[in-house]
């Protein structure tokens, strides 16, 4: 009896994740409809309205949302550990050059706001481009928190 209830779960479950469609977005705005058997449809038939000169405004304002104080010092780190994480290429220096390449900016404009590490972990808090962004280290990976590639 379990087992006509487990080959009957998987055969609804198999008949529903086989029939996917999927909803894209295409170059000028609208929603596409792609359908498990080769075709599509438009969901938004209309070409959406946008206000360039709202767009343009938007792109060239640069909110700092750091606000930090004049004469802020960034926090000194363990030197031991960054010793020890020198070899891995995973010390302070190194994650400020991967936050500068992921938020398009220089190594200077990265800026560490709060760090806690030991020797296999680490999380830090940067300001990169007025935007506070958030890192961690497990040994010697280095990850924005919340990706996990």
């Given at each position: ?31 596409v409809l792609l ?79 709060v760090a806690s ?12 481009n007025g935007k ?18």
């Open positions: 009896m379990k087992n006509l209830l487990f080959i009957s779960m998987f055969l609804v479950s198999f008949v529903g994740f086989s029939q996917n469609n999927h909803i894209v977005k295409i170059e000028d705005g609208r929603r359908k498990a058997d080769f075709t599509w449809e438009y969901i938004d038939l209309e070409k959406p309205v946008t206000n360039n000169n709202q767009e343009t405004t938007t792109k060239t304002d640069k909110v700092d949302t750091c606000a930090l104080a004049k004469d802020f010092e960034e926090p000194k780190l363990n030197s031991k550990i960054q010793a020890q994480l020198k070899k891995g290429r995973a010390t302070i220096k190194h994650i400020k050059k991967k936050v500068a390449k992921d938020y398009n900016c220089n190594v200077e404009d990265v800026t560490l706001l590490e030991k020797k296999v972990i680490g999380s830090y808090t940067f300001c990169a506070k962004v958030f890192y961690k280290r497990t040994g010697n990976k280095i990850l924005e928190k919340g990706k996990l590639f």
